[in-house]
């Protein structure tokens, strides 16, 4: 399995050599003039901006291979350029905002995992009774509820009603706490370094801004992890060899943890590692609602004004993150399936 | 089956134990957040959308940057509340006056005798060189796309410090200038300001009525600085020589790019540009003394209006900014205070380009006066230009998109400036009749005979801007069926070299002023050098020479005030007559913040939407 491992991590270098091939085509489409927008942040901004002098400044006019070598040795230099929409280095942007967007997935990937799991066994063990239309018309209600509805529903009861769960990371008190010097920052995960700090008051309150996000999250993708648990569930559970599991007089709970639940946890690790890589790249709509700044906003910030450096550096981030969750999930695989051998 | 019951208990327990410690935990925190029940007077929060760009006095020009020096920093003078021409005294201990004799007869010389005892954050004491060393070394940095023009202009006489130094050397490149002439350069600016005992002279390269203007408080370019504390952090030091080093730097790679040390009301604590966030904190030792508002807390990263809402009304934030469409679902909101229609300098128009570059250009059709499209020269008719002026519907414009908060102008100083002219002139309406008189007589009733084609281009996401294009188009198209008025909207990015290529009919675009002065405006939309008048193309540029320059260089170079007013009437006048632009509307602001904020006073000019020194947190 090391040996797998290790020729899956060889392989890291040519995809992302790949990726930066394809963004870098995609961008050379972009002429001169369309990329030196991202130094004027608005139409009436333009004022006494030398635009020209942008252009010769930033080499905007080289051709794209020129670029491209220069951002590969940069790179390999450990610098990923400038970012223009967040007004710092793109590795500085990517360190600052990838905890939050990790505590954020971190604290979602328990209740949708676990929850959504349950949800579909017990739905799949009780094909057809109450519960389980219960359980699918609240999967395909909430599945089919477009994100910036429910959380601006989440919010407006969380927060607008009860008072509870406000938006932001941290209250304004906790936040001047955490820029005291006798406050250190281990991860940048406010949860974690607050228990680390031994302050319970800060963990509360971080939790307290993280909770609404979470749950509007976890409903999201409840839903989906209880379809592909509960069919693929129903399936195993009409295979023969449960029907033998079942004749064989085993218990109806041996039967289903046993012999049922891990070939039916297969397609479910498959989508739950496409899962975490979809909300550890950063989800939009969540964090503009309830103002939890991660990877999803400075991306799209970026995208929106032009800001290249900042688009490669976070699509070459995201790239890494990609291939190591998707070899977890093999590991995962032959863990869970003694049938898939890694050679 | 006894698993499945044992699972619900375990989620049953998680979902009671997390919502009881919750509810327990609240009485304990309330003390400490800013909720209702717990009202902290000393923290003030403000929440907004879109960030700072750099703290950086000489390269700030972006309001939400302008916000947070304003808080850091003093000047040497302020305007008298409620005056946009009248100044009263601030790191200065007189406002210079010619009767004062402290401007010269001639209006070239200003001496500012300068405040003692005055501390830097640092504990450092102001001193006259601090001044000196504030306006030299701004000039001399003069980073490309800054507000230092500002001082240049008065001060040597040129646009920018690279200009004045190509000019000096008889070059016409930067990088051509030899050594000696750019020591000559920084000579120059050293013999601009001096310090002559306990007072700062400015020698000006002509009169400048605006000089005050520019020195006043709101002018994030014109703040004061620590030089001793500069020098420390690696930044220019004060010599004739050095000052190429310094020139022209990234907006990065400037001292003050996400620090400030200044002798303000508030220190900052940390810019945290990952979340938009700025702290500040009082100032113990300010010399009006310490701000009431002890923690301000500026959190520019809501984007969303309704999480924004939210904030306010519960409140977690203290005010917040509202945009013009949203303003009706905050106005009667309890324990919330609206105000709207506050008139900002500044003002939006549609600008006729005389000469577009019709070459592949899908915005003008056939490019020809064919019915299905426009000639280059088009907008160079005049009767087109005020055809055009005619049909647009000022009143439902006003009424319907920016619900009441703009008003009709006079010309292109906007009503704010209302001081700086006669408020009784000509103002366009919307005339369907005129405006058909006015087509029928242009290109010799051509283009009534044969109609015309053309696209107006908004930027995507101002949905103001792209009502203003429609209801233009519905007003001119209702006129003759033969005429075409298509609205696309258009990415940044994408209008930026279409723009700059000149191929958009008509720019649409809105001014800010940089100071309260009617030149300001009159320079950028009419002089034949101006920024706006640019888009109007060879044309426009002409007409501008011949009709707009030599009033425009009266009223600047005009020491008389009464005179001053005289010449400004005219321009506005003029400017609607000629028609070099479609001036839309003059825009307004609004604030909304909690009842409980006390001291709240609007300043047109001020590019901070908050004075956080003046205020304080109050509950009767």
């Known amino acids: 399995m090391l040996s797998y491992i290790l020729r899956r991590l060889l392989f890291l270098p040519v995809v992302l050599f790949g990726i930066t091939i394809l963004i870098f085509m995609l961008i050379s489409t972009l002429g001169p003039w369309t990329r030196v927008a991202t130094f004027v942040p608005s139409p009436d901004a333009e004022r006494h901006v030398d635009l020209e002098a942008m252009i010769k400044k930033y080499h905007l006019d080289d051709p794209p291979v020129k670029m491209y070598l220069r951002w590969v040795n940069n790179l390999l230099h450990g610098n990923l350029g400038w970012s223009q929409s967040s007004h710092m280095t793109v590795t500085e942007a990517i360190r600052r905002r990838f905890p939050a967007t990790l505590e954020l997935t971190l604290f979602s990937v328990i209740p949708v995992i676990i929850g959504g799991i349950i949800l579909g066994v017990i739905s799949a063990v009780h094909h057809n009774k109450p519960i389980d239309h219960t359980t699918r018309i609240m999967a395909i209600a909430l599945w089919s509820l477009p994100d910036f509805v429910l959380g601006l529903a989440v919010l407006m009861v969380g927060f607008g009603v009860l008072g509870w769960f406000p938006p932001g990371r941290l209250s304004s008190w906790a936040q001047l706490e955490v820029l005291k010097e006798s406050f250190r920052s281990f991860t940048g995960m406010y949860t974690l370094d607050a228990l680390l700090n031994l302050r319970l008051d800060i963990f509360w309150d971080a939790l307290r801004h993280i909770i609404a996000p979470v749950i509007t999250l976890s409903c999201l993708w409840w839903a989906f992890m209880l379809r592909i648990t509960r069919s693929s569930m129903l399936d195993v559970l009409n295979q023969d060899y449960v029907r033998t599991a079942r004749a064989k007089g085993l218990a109806e709970a041996v039967v289903i943890k046993k012999h049922a639940l891990s070939n039916a946890l297969i397609p479910v690790t498959t989508v739950a590692g496409n899962m975490l890589l979809g909300l550890m790249g950063g989800v939009v709509i969540v964090e503009t609602v309830f103002n939890y700044s991660g990877l999803g906003l400075l991306t799209s910030t970026a995208a929106t004004r032009l800001d290249v450096p900042c688009v490669v550096g976070v699509a070459i981030f995201y790239a890494t993150i990609l291939v190591l969750v998707n070899l977890v999930v093999d590991v995962l695989y032959s863990i869970i399936d003694p049938r898939v051998r890694l050679e | ?620």
Not at chain 2, 409 to 423: T, W
Not at chain 2, 481 to 496: H, R
Not at chain 2, 535 to 545: K, S, V, Y
């Open chain 2, 1 to 620: 089956m006894k698993s499945k019951v044992w699972l619900w208990i375990v989620i049953a327990v998680v979902v009671i134990g997390a919502g009881v410690l919750v509810l327990n935990k609240k009485p304990a925190e309330v003390a400490k957040t800013t909720e209702v029940a717990g009202f902290n007077p000393d923290i003030f929060v403000y929440a907004g959308s879109g960030d700072a760009e750099t703290l950086e006095p000489s390269r700030a020009y972006d309001t939400a940057s302008s916000e947070i020096i304003y808080q850091c920093y003093d000047n040497l003078v302020a305007y008298k509340p409620g005056s946009l021409s009248e100044f009263i005294p601030m790191l200065a201990t007189e406002v210079p006056s010619v009767e004062n004799g402290l401007i010269s007869k001639d209006g070239r010389t200003y001496t500012i005798p300068i405040r003692k005892g005055v501390k830097f954050h640092n504990g450092a004491e102001l001193t006259p060189e601090d001044v000196e060393y504030s306006f030299e070394r701004n000039m001399l940095a003069d980073p490309v796309g800054g507000p230092v023009w500002m001082l240049i202009e008065p001060l040597l006489g040129a646009s920018t410090i690279e200009d004045y130094a190509c000019e000096l050397a008889g070059v016409d490149d930067f990088s051509k200038v030899n050594a000696a002439n750019l020591l000559k350069t920084a000579q120059a600016v050293m013999k601009a300001v001096e310090v002559k005992g306990d007072n700062v002279v400015f020698h000006l390269a002509q009169p400048y009525p605006p000089f005050l203007s520019i020195l006043a408080r709101n002018s994030s370019w014109t703040v004061i600085l620590n030089k001793q504390w500069m020098i420390e952090q690696g930044d220019w030091d004060g010599k004739a020589e050095t000052w190429t080093q310094w020139h022209n730097l990234d907006t990065e790679k400037q001292t003050l790019f996400e620090q400030a040390m200044g002798t303000g009301p508030y220190k900052l604590v940390e810019w945290d540009r990952s979340n938009s966030k700025h702290t500040l904190e009082a100032f113990a030792d300010y010399w009006q003394g310490p701000a009431a508002i002890k923690t301000v807390i500026i959190n520019n990263s809501v984007t969303e209006f309704n999480t924004r809402k939210l904030m306010l009304q519960k409140g977690e934030a203290d005010a917040i900014y509202v945009p013009v469409e949203n303003s009706p679902q905050i106005e009667g909101m309890s324990g919330v205070n609206l105000l709207r229609g506050l008139p900002r300098l500044s003002n939006v128009c549609a600008i006729f380009n005389q000469n577009i570059n019709a070459t592949d250009n899908e915005f003008v059709g056939s490019g020809k006066l064919d019915g299905n499209g426009i000639p280059a020269d088009f907008f160079s008719d005049l009767n087109i230009r005020k055809a055009f002026s005619y049909a647009f519907d000022y009143e439902a414009f006003i009424k319907e998109v920016v619900l009441g908060e703009a008003s009709v102008p006079y010309g292109v100083i906007p009503a704010g400036l209302n001081g700086f002219f006669d408020e009784k002139g000509f103002r366009y309406s919307y005339d369907p009749e005129k405006a058909e008189e006015y087509f029928k007589k242009a290109f010799n009733g051509e283009v009534w005979e044969k109609g015309f084609k053309v696209s107006l281009i908004w930027n995507i996401p101002n949905t103001t801007r792209k009502t203003a294009c429609e209801i233009l188009a519905a007003g001119i198209e209702a006129i003759n069926p033969k005429f075409k008025v298509e609205v696309q909207g258009m990415e940044w990015a994408t209008m930026l070299p279409r723009r700059r290529e000149g191929r958009l009919p008509m720019v649409f675009i809105g001014w800010l002023a940089d100071y309260a002065d009617p030149h300001n405006f009159v320079y950028p939309y009419l002089h034949s050098k101006g920024d706006l008048i640019t888009f109007t193309g060879e044309n426009g540029r002409a007409l501008a020479a011949k009709e707009f320059d030599p009033l425009v260089n009266a009223g600047i170079n005009e020491l008389n005030p009464e005179k001053r007013v005289e010449i400004y009437t005219k321009l506005q006048k003029k400017s609607l007559e000629l028609a070099p632009h479609l001036m839309l509307y003059d825009s307004c602001d609004r604030v909304a913040m909690k009842d409980y904020v006390k001291g709240y006073v609007f300043d047109p000019i001020c590019p901070a939407q908050y004075d956080f020194y003046a205020l304080s947190k109050t509950k009767e």
